[in-house]
């Protein structure tokens, strides 16, 4: 017997499941067949919230940004960390996080050209908690510059740039250590903060406790 279940319930249960196939299957090796399979429920149920297997992997796509604008928001409101934790944490769970880690490959293959323009939205929706971030490091005499704003522009759009490809090489490779340290080189430098800050608030932040 078939469970009725609310409608805003049962449109993030197919999302949750979808979002599980892409990621254990890949895109192209899921079909909406599978979906519906998984979530017991009749093909003509998934039609009903989505047009197309492409309609429910761009409202994946959405969420997954709105996923990473509150948590960065989350973190620029932390009373616990000071400003250079909050940025280190920024992109230590881009990177390292499972829920956006697993998804990458789906949202950066060409097929899904479609899906970048979306992109577009996270660095305006994140400039302002990152810009509250630097000034708090300013506050606290870790960053120097006169520009958090025109900053935090240049920090996402680094990071953005110099981890694009990331998931293409071991994270213990030489290519990687090329890219953290140049990422953290030009992020003190458009801080103002001192050599090896960046670097250091990385390391206390995964390394475990001797």
């Known amino acids: 017997m078939r469970v009725t279940k609310d409608p805003k319930v049962r449109r993030q249960e197919l999302i949750d499941i979808a979002e599980k196939l892409f990621v254990e299957r890949g895109y192209e090796n899921v079909a909406v067949s599978d979906i519906v399979k998984a979530a017991h429920v009749a093909q ?5 919230y989505f047009k197309s297997k492409e309609a429910i992997l761009a409202a994946i796509n959405d969420r997954t940004i709105d996923f990473l604008i509150k948590r960065i928001w989350d973190l620029a409101n932390d009373k616990t960390l000071s400003g250079v934790q909050k940025l280190v944490s920024i992109f230590c769970s881009q990177i390292f996080d499972g829920q956006t880690k697993g998804l990458a490959g789906v ?3 060409p097929a899904n050209v ?7 939205r996270l660095p305006e929706a ?3 908690p990152i810009t509250q971030i630097i000034k708090q490091g300013i506050a606290e005499g870790t960053f120097n510059t006169p520009y958090p704003e025109e900053a935090a522009r240049a920090y996402l759009g680094i990071f953005t740039l110099l981890m694009q490809d990331a998931k293409k090489f071991d994270p213990k490779s030489e290519v990687m250590a090329r890219k953290f340290a140049a990422l953290f080189d030009f992020i003190e430098k458009i801080l103002g903060a001192s050599q090896g800050c960046v670097l250091r608030a990385f390391l206390e932040r995964n390394m475990p406790p001797v």
């Open 126 to 128: 994140t400039n302002a």
């Open 107 to 109: 949202f950066n293959d």
């Open 114 to 120: 479609k899906l970048h323009i979306r992109w577009e």
């Open 44 to 48: 003509g149920t998934f039609y009903w």
